[in-house]
């Protein structure tokens, strides 16, 4: 890499590093429902400022959902816009999903195909969108992770996809045959998906042709993207929108 293109990539990583204190309260979120086979979807979208044909991200949510830490995943959708993306934290839960967990059953197995392919709906309506530049990436918490290497296999016009403490699709039952570029980010500590599930994501997606980046936080543990007060937060916040800008907005 050349001292020009490091200097480019290292103003552009400061200019994100900035977005989530100081730009993020410039988007609000919007609620709103996207179309998709089964049923209607809620969605909070953060729209990004201008006219410019744009890409949308979608965000997923892992096993608690968005609600207990809204305030940390509106900041992070809000960022993303900042950086001209159209930014959508995705409620997949049915409200039959939501009895059923109550019921303390555990639906995850059983209802991952279904959510992967209206993820895979919801990114394929957003890309055909006349404000759109054709262009659909994921970003996936914990479960939200693995269902996201789900939806990318299935769907080849997802283009690009951030792990975040995830795994190869599993419950899908049958091999991945193919995944978009991918941001696997994790920590070292994890004891809940340990690191090793997202080493093995990476290797599994490089035998398939895909191109990967690794990134290990030593010492962190299940959840951290999501804590903005923490400098490994930020840190994979950057990498994810420098990666999307990368994967998304190329012409």
Same mark, same amino acid.
């Given at each position: 890499m050349n001292r020009i293109t490091q200097a480019a990539l290292? #103003?552009?990583? &400061? /200019? /994100? #590093? &900035?977005?989530p204190a100081g730009y993020a309260a410039d988007v609000p979120g919007k609620k709103i429902t996207l179309p998709a086979t089964e049923r209607p979807v809620h969605v909070t979208q953060f729209k990004a400022p201008g006219d410019a044909a744009r890409p949308s991200v979608l965000l997923l949510h892992g096993a608690g959902g968005f609600d207990r830490r809204i305030a940390d995943y509106n900041r992070y959708a809000a960022a993303l816009a900042n950086?001209?993306?159209?930014?959508?934290?995705?409620?997949y839960y049915s409200d039959a999903d939501e %009895?059923?967990?109550?019921? !303390? +059953?555990?639906?995850?197995?059983? =209802?991952y195909a279904a959510w992967a392919r209206t993820v895979g709906e919801l990114a394929d309506y957003l890309e055909k969108q006349k404000d759109s530049n054709g262009k659909a990436g994921l970003i996936g918490f914990s479960n939200g992770g693995i269902l996201a290497t789900g939806a990318s296999t299935l769907d080849a016009n997802i283009t690009a996809a951030v792990i975040y403490y995830g795994t190869e699709p599993w419950p899908l !039952?049958?091999?991945? %045959? =193919? #995944? *978009? *570029?991918? +941001?696997? &980010?994790? !920590?070292?500590?994890?004891?809940i998906i340990p690191v090793d599930a997202g =080493?093995? +994501?990476?290797?599994l997606a490089k035998q398939l042709g895909g191109r990967v980046d690794l990134v290990i936080y030593p010492g962190e543990m299940h959840g951290f993207g999501a804590d903005f007060t923490k400098k490994n937060a930020a840190d994979a916040l950057n990498r994810s929108i /420098?990666? &999307?800008r990368k994967e998304l907005q190329a012409k």
């Open positions: 290292a #103003f552009c990583a &400061l /200019v /994100v #590093f &900035l977005a950086q001209g993306m159209d930014a959508y934290l995705v409620y %009895k059923s967990m109550s019921s !303390g +059953l555990d639906v995850f197995e059983d =209802r !039952g049958s091999p991945a %045959k =193919r #995944f *978009p *570029p991918l +941001l696997v &980010l994790h !920590g070292d500590a994890d004891q =080493r093995h +994501l990476a290797t /420098v990666f &999307l």
